[in-house]
Structure formats: C-alpha cells, structure tokens
C-alpha cells in the first residue's frame, strides 16, 4: 500500500498572489439624522441608524477588506455593544482595515460594489461617491464600481443595503524576490 504523502510544508494559502473579499451590510433609514454613504454626507430628510454613523457602504468595505485577510468582521472589532463606537465616524473602521490589509502583505488592487435603495437616487452622488471611496482607500477613481439599484419586489424601501467584492494582490515589497 502507497504511503500517504507528507503535508506541505507551507499552507497553500499563504503562496496566494490575489484574495478576493465579500461584504454587506444593511441599515434602516431614520428621520431627522444625516444621510452617510461612502463618506458623503447626501441631502435627504432622513439617515440610516446604526450605532455608528451608519454608513452602509463604508461598511460593506470594511467587512470586504477584512474577510480578504480572513481577519475578525467589523461588529467583532468594533462591537456595538461598545458605547466608544457611538456615532463614530466609520472611516476610522475602515482605516483599521486597511491597517491589517497592509499587515498581512496586500493592497488593494479594486473594488466593486452595489446599493440597494428607494431613494435617495444615488446616480447624482455616485461620482463624488467613488471619488471619496477611492481617496480612502488609496487606489484610482476607476478601481471603484459603484452600482445603484430599486429594491423591486423585496419590499425594503425604508433601507440602504450594500453589496461589496474587493480584490488584493500582494504589495510589492513582499512579492520582491
Ligand atoms: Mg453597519
């Protein structure tokens, strides 16, 4: 009988040039708070809640990056249940994010992303959306996609829901043979 082969000495995953990361994310829509998604603030008469500022799709971002590395998810980090977190700014999630992306040997090649909302109508915003998306995380306004869709027939017209996909690739320094 054939001896079984030894185990590899390094596991496949830490020879990986890319690694893909996926998050969502959804907030309800609140009257009389402002209005934050990817970092803009959008004229509209209600906000989404949330125990931070409630911006869906920083959000979304934040859990994309941080499952690319297989790291800790936004709510393990930062728990709501942490009064620290009350009303925070969700760039400094992100921030945190990023800050492991770069530990763990990566940066951001792109990023795709889809809103799922009633309204606001997102299309007026979306340039200045991934224009702030993109200074954020460091890469060119066209390495960010950014999709507004209806909610036709989920019948969630009272929130925001984000969709996001990023892509890593090994930063220079650590493919540099
Ligand atoms: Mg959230």
Redesign the pocket.
Known sequence: MAKAKAAPTKARSTQLETRIGFGW???AFKPGIPLLIGGIQLAYDKGLG?H?D???LL?AITDALLGSIAGPD?GTLFPPSDPQWKGADSVIFLQEALKRVAAAGYTVANLDSTLILNAPKIGPHAAAIRTRVAGLLGIPEDCVGLKAKTPEGLNTDNAAVAHVVVLLQESKKKTAR
């Open positions: 994310d959804s907030h949330g931070s409630g911006d869906v959000h936004i």
